[in-house]
Each structure stands twice: as C-alpha cells, then as structure tokens.
C-alpha cells in the first residue's frame, strides 16, 4: 500500500479501561472467498488536522496503574496513513514505569505484509475486485486519467435475443476473458437477463424471474434513493449475464459475481488493454452458482454489485472522467446497499455475520485503508462497520455526496466531511471508540511482555493487562494524541 505524502505525525488513540466485552463468536461464511487488490490513493492538497487531544512528545512514555483482580483495557488507534511503531513495558504492582529513561532510538519498522510471491491475483466473491490501477502485473490503467466519459453513453442493442459477451473466469487478465454466446431470457422495466449458451438448459425460468421480482420491486426502489440509477439512453436497460465461466480460475471457485468498469468504456487498443474486451455497456455478470445460494445471499449479490456499477457511473459523471472508488469504501458502500435492499446481516446472511466476525476477533491485523493485507486478504467486514456508522452519523445523504466528489478514498472522502465541519481522522476516532463501546466489542490482546502490535494506517489494537500490573506504553519517533480514560474493574 502507498501512503499519502501528508507528513503527519501517527496519532495514537487511548480510550476505555473497562472491563473488555468478549468477542463476538466466529459464524462460518456461506461463501467461499477470496482477495481483492486495494487502488492507489490519491494525494490529498493538504494535510488533514488531527483530533484535538494532549501530545507526547517522539519518545515519550504514557503509565497507567491496573490494581489487582483489575482488568485494564486500551484501545491504541491510529488516524494517519503512517505506520506508528510502540513499545510496551509491564511491571509488577508497586513498580513505577515512568521514571525510565527515554528510548535512544525509534523501533526499525515493521516491513508492510505483502502476498506470497506466487499468490494468484486478489479477487472478490462479489464485489469491484477488478477495478485499481493495474492487474496481473499489467502496467496499464483499466481507465485513462484523459479519457472522457460522456453523460450519456451509447450501449450494444438491448433486443437482441442472441448476443456474445466478454467474460472473465474470475483472474481479471484478457487470459481469462471469453467470447461467449448469450441468449436473453428475460426483459423487466430496467434489466434485461441473459444466460450463457452452456447453460441455458439448466437455468430455470423460474429463477430468472424470482431475480427480477427481487430487483424490481426492491433492490431498484430502495437503492434509488441513496445511489441513484445509472444513465441510460431511452429504452436501454442494464445487462445481468448468468455464466458458469465465472469463478473458473483457480482458487477462485467461490466467487459469485462481478461488475467491471472497463465494460461501461469504450474498446481501447494495445495487446495489454484489458478495454478491448469492453462489452460497451451497462453490465453485471453473475455466476450461475449463485442460484444455488440462499435467497438472502442471491438477492444480496446482486444489490451488491449493482451498487459498484452506480458508485462507478455517478463518480464518472461527477467531472466526466472515469473515477473508481477505492476498493475499501466502495465495498464498504456495496455492503451497506445490501442492507438498503433487505439482505446483508440485517437479513441474516452469514457471509457478512462472518465477516464482522472475523474483524471483531483480531482487529489489530487489520487496516481500513489496505483492503487485502490482512488475515483474510480482504475486509468486508471493517469496511461495512465503518461505512455503516458514517451514514448512520450522517445519513444517507453523505452517499450522493462522495459519488458526485471526484476525488477517491480518504481524499474524497475528507473533502465531504470538511464541509460538514469535520475531519476524517477525528471521525475515524468516533468510529472506533463506538465499535470498542458496541454490545459485541473488539477482542483485545492480552499483554505479557513488552512487545506491541505496531499500528497500522488507520487501524486499531485494543490491548488488555491484568492487575496488579504497571504498563507504561513508549512511543517511538511520532507525537502520540492521547484520549480519555476511565477505571472499571472485574466483579
């Protein structure tokens, strides 16, 4: 992951000794899933204020004193796109910490975690996995910075019974893409399905017709509101193509669908393009497994990745330049559109349960910013409870509002908060001191020894000493912002 070049000093969050509630328990995914690759970030124009809190000066120390049968609670947060790297002392009870010399140096850094080398390619199970700067070690940007995009875009013809389709098996390279044949199955107000010539005999009618039902009578109606429609020339309708090809690559069996940008484009030239494939249109592709999902998790697919192809065409018509929102928020927005629509984990689906989960039982592994490196190699989770509570602060408003900002991920995203008088570090802070104060709470790591986890760009470590222990944390080459504290002990 690159950083912005802001020069911050890494801010450290201190919040909550409490007692820790337990971690929420790990429910199993009904998906298979694998990676996605973060974008690049762009540069913000300046640099964004931190929350306003006490400084610690670069190798400083911070004590704190947990009595006996006290469990004390910390939870470390970092607000800036810089590694903070820490140190942690305990000492038994009478043992005071602070009079310690100063540290002469600062901790070499921790290298960023990075993909085996011979890891396939991040893909989603749903999702934009196939937007970002480049894919499969091809230099060239799917969308051109010069390229313009008009308001309104020319699409293949929609009445065709019998069409082709590029499809990708699921590796996001022009090696995995296909030329299939197509056969359109049905037409609704604003969807038109089609289905792969393999496996047009074994796709009920049935089934194609409980998708449009779900889409038109509650993913479009619910959806509209906060992310709008895309546009469309009069009587051109969106393409949803059931394929078996997708999810064929290897270890990418469980991905279930996709939507990708270069589709919406016009065909560019080049052997290494992948926008020779463009299909020209408005599409969504779904595998044809998908049907074999339960309804909560079919339904909430497709509200999933018809919120990518809305994020991507209003961001696109915001300056008329194609714009892909970074895959953490725009993932975020998709899971948050699966609630709109019914589905996701007010639904009950156990892929989003699973992965909240996953996120509330090591969040120190995990940075809001950097989507893939992390234990899962991709974080549904984090990024739907961030995205939840911003609009849940907000409203719903604040959507329309990042999808008409040119600018992508934190950039975008502070741009929005400024005018509303905030910043998206100090946000950042609410979120997390509201995840660390939620009902099911952030599992903590326990501390036995002076080793830290280093905290990651916009991540959190919530850390737990049992009393009687001192603890002095010492900080290494940054100002640390400290933040309130309060006692609470075990029964």
């Known amino acids: 992951m690159s950083h912005r070049p802001w020069g911050l000093a890494a801010a450290l969050l201190l919040a909550a000794c409490q007692e820790l509630p337990p971690p929420a328990p790990s429910v199993p995914p009904s998906l298979e899933v694998a990676p996605v690759q973060a974008s690049t970030p762009e540069p913000t124009e300046a640099p964004m204020p931190l929350p306003a809190a006490g400084l610690v000066a670069p190798g400083g120390r911070l004590a704190f004193q947990a009595r006996p049968a006290e469990r004390l609670g910390l939870l470390l947060g970092n607000p800036t796109d810089t590694p903070a790297h820490l140190r942690l002392e305990v000492a038994p009870e009478g043992a005071d910490p602070s009079p310690s010399p100063t540290p002469s140096g600062s901790p070499a ?61 699921g590796d996001a390279t022009l090696e995995g893409d296909r030329r299939r044949a197509a056969r359109q199955r049905l037409v609704s107000p604003h969807v038109i399905f089609y289905v792969d010539a393999e496996a047009d005999a074994t796709v009920p009618q049935a089934e194609l017709e409980r998708l449009s039902k779900a889409f038109e009578q509650q993913i479009l109606p619910r959806l509209a509101p906060v992310f709008g429609e895309p546009t469309l020339e009069s009587g051109d309708r969106v393409a949803v193509v059931l394929s078996p090809w997708i999810g064929q690559a290897a270890n990418r069996k469980g991905m279930m669908g996709y939507f990708w940008p270069r589709d919406v484009l016009p065909p560019a030239g080049g052997d290494k393009d992948l926008r020779q494939h463009s299909n020209q249109r408005h599409a ?57 629509a019914g589905y996701g984990l007010p639904g009950g689906d156990r892929f989003v349960s699973g992965e909240v989960a996953a996120f509330r039982k090591d969040p120190a592994a995990y940075s809001l910013t950097d989507w893939t490196h992390n234990p899962n190699g991709y974080s549904y989770g984090l990024s739907y409870l961030f995205v939840r509570y911003l609009v849940d602060r907000y409203g719903t408003g604040v959507v329309r509002e990042i999808q008409q900002t040119p600018a992508v991920g934190v950039a975008g995203l502070n741009q929005v908060l400024t005018k509303r008088g905030d910043a998206f570090p100090q946000v950042f802070v609410d979120w997390a001191n509201a995840a660390w104060r939620s009902p099911d709470g952030l599992a903590a790591l326990r501390l036995t020894g002076p080793k830290a986890p280093d905290l990651r760009p916009w991540g959190v470590a919530p850390v737990e000493v049992l009393g009687p222990r001192s603890l002095a944390l010492v900080n290494g080459d940054r100002p640390v912002v400290t933040f309130d504290k309060t006692e609470g002990g075990l029964p």
């Open 109 to 169: 850094p921790s290298p960023e975690p990075t993909l085996a080398p011979d890891a396939p390619e991040p893909l989603s199970p749903f999702g934009q996995g196939f937007s970002g700067p480049s894919f499969a070690g091809l230099p060239v940007p799917i969308l051109g910075t010069s390229e313009r995009v008009p308001p309104t875009r020319r699409v293949a013809a929609a009445s065709d019974p019998q069409t082709e389709f590029w499809i990708n098996d």
């Open 284 to 340: 969504l592709f779904i595998s044809t497994k998908l049907l074999e999902q339960p309804d909560v998790t079919a339904y909430g697919t497709l509200a999933h990745e018809y919120q990518h192809l809305l994020m991507f065409d209003a961001k696109s018509r915001s300056d008329g330049t194609p714009h892909t929102e970074e895959t953490w928020l725009d993932e975020g927005f998709a899971m948050l559109a699966m609630d709109l």
